[in-house]
């Protein structure tokens, strides 16, 4: 493992890796119940997030520790006897790289656990939607488009998407930030190119979009 552990790059909010035995270290679903935690509790014990998570004080202290080693979380400033941690950054990215052998399988691995979190959450969302306010059902939604592009008209939308968020910043670690009625929303998207489409050489497809 390299010496220098990932830190946000300048001008940048989050931990950007595309190292395979780092991304490995995320591909663990209670490490990624443990960091979204740490991102909307802030600072937090291996006890509390035990008390959060149900799993053993000891599990969650092994896994925070896996999660300090690989620069993903750090020790924050104590609290008499108790020794929290918080996240490096305020966001996590992996990215794939050609001149890093098995990232792209480490990636993809993560990304198959991040899909099944997902669905499970959204699942339980669509369970529980009768008892949300009418406010918040209208304000939800969930959109899928299919459309014709090109691989760069793809990446500015791979960055629109990635910066829709942004207007939020800041409010998950300072509640004074935080509007009247505002509670933890999140936004997950997925834009991919089709694996067994040839180029349109031109052509014009219509836009097919479902919206709920």
Known sequence: MP???PRPAAGSRHVVTSDPERIRALAHP???QLLDLLDEHGPSTATRCAGLTGESVASCSFHLRTLA???FIEPAERVGREKPWQ???QGRRTRWDAEEPGSLRAVTELARITVERE???ISA???RASTLPPEWLDASTMTRATFWATAE???QLTAEIEGLAARFDGRAENPALRPEGARSAHLWAVA???VDVASSDGAVAPVARDDA
């Open 192 to 194: 991919h190119g089709d």
């Open 3 to 5: 010496d220098t552990p």
């Open 69 to 71: 080693r690989h620069g």
């Open 119 to 121: 669905s499970a959450r």
């Open 87 to 89: 996240v490096v950054g």
């Open 125 to 127: 969302w669509l369970d």
């Open 30 to 32: 209670l490490r990624l």
């Open 153 to 155: 008209e793809m990446a």
